[in-house]
């Protein structure tokens, strides 16, 4: 009896297919492109970002440079007010805003932008981080001037409130209110798609690659989803408290592996610097060329350190001041530690390993031939072989490829449903490059993977439920529903594949530029005249010790 192919699949390769032509649509629709001649094309809403990243960072006058020793001592707290308004401290604010963005998008992403864009994409990738910091410190600014206070102590926070209040402050109120409702909307989705989904599905990847256990995704994803559900029913002061403990040392763990690797191919790295700047301006044409590099460099590293996007003042406007600018301030450092440093060494782990041109591994052992279809063996390779591919197909009843085995000086032909493809096959590259090394690293990074995952899912659920708050109110019949659904689609992250994830993720998060690029442009001089109070205060705390 013949076995209906619909039938015959499984649990994830349904909800895959389900997903597929959301995200077809979703990524045609946001990531509309502008032609620049010559064939190409840049993403609107990317060059929307990097201007403003630009002209914020000279509008005022290069302060994510000249105030980072500030930023620095006002996380000690030696700035604020004793008994101002909010729930958490300056550092409880960033690091519970840095372990949404300190996440896969710093394993993962970095892998997938490099994969696809090439080396070169580092360089932008740094560049969108330092101008992200100015980005950054607007935003929160923001937040936190126009933030809610309960009368129980508990605030309310986010590009919701300052495009609301303060654009009615401008006389824009009916503009004002309609930005903070498409914003709130936007912010719920681009939670489940980037906070959420490609979390999910990142961690499932490496867990199941490293321990060969729960391969079913739906399977892992509902063991996720029961904790992230206890942890997120606690709301930010929970948040905050696992995430204070959690981000530092993940950081630190993750930070001492890839120095580790980095010192092994210390002889490498000259050379993978020079790769970087070069590609940056002339990347090669099997990876997009600069265009290509440009792109993946911004899209990944805003997705990583999310300047820009509005969902950090969420977080940061829960913190204990009356000066707004001093979380803003507090917040740049967010771009600079996610993507100038964590990024970074990522890349360079990659680039210095050589695995960032590897496209493919052995599915079994197999045999390397001379030509395609021909029975003359050049060697036999074991399963988990890596290859690099030299561009040479040939069809023959069956698709062969040319491959060249990873660092070795062999090269022959193998049948394509022979070898599993890894272009842009982020968290794997990643896992890989920390293996050539030292063997075991898989496991240490799938520890560091699932933390930095959790912690991830835990800090945008309270973005997102701020969002759903302003949308419906205080409502915990809403707020308890909207988490069960959060949680279910953790289950859904893992089990999709990783190509429909992060396009549908990408497209929901960067929906969010919008309506918060608008209200940033309107309230800049609101943001200036708080910069300046919180110097004058500065300087008066200064100069009185």
Known sequence: MPVNA?????IDQKIDQVL?????VAE????WSMPIGGGKAIPLVLIVLGTTALFLTIYFRFINFRALGIAARTITGKYTTKDAPGQITHFQALSAALSATVGLGNIAGVAVAIAIGGPGATFWMILVGLCGMTTKFTECTLGVKYRKVDPDGKTRGGAMYYLQDGLK???MAKLGKFLAILFAIFCVAGAIGAGNMFQANQAHQQFSDTFGILEQGWQFGLIVALVVGVVIIGGIVWIARVTSFLVPFMCAGYMLAAVTVLIVNAGEIPSSIGLIFTEAFS??????GVIGAIIQGIKRGVFSNEAGVGSAPIAHSAVKTDRPASEGLVALLEPFIDTVIVCTMTALVIISSG?????????NQLDLVTAPASQSIVTTVESGTKFNLTGNESEQGRKWLEVKVFKEDVTGWVKSDDIKMRDGDGIWLTSEAFATVISWFPYLLSIAVIL???STLISWSYYAEQAVIYLFGKRNDVIISFKFIYCLFIILGAAASLGNVIRLADALFFCMVVPNL???YFLLKVVKKELSSYLDHVRTVDSSK
């Open 28 to 31: 045609s629709v946001v990531f």
């Open 518 to 520: 608008i209200g940033v």
């Open 169 to 171: 402050e401008m006389g």
């Open 6 to 10: 619909e039938s015959s699949m499984s």
């Open 283 to 288: 990347g090669s044409a099997a990876v997009g």
């Open 20 to 24: 597929e032509p959301a995200a077809n």
């Open 452 to 454: 930095f995952a959790f």
């Open 355 to 363: 695995m960032w041109n590897v496209k493919a591994d052995a599915i």
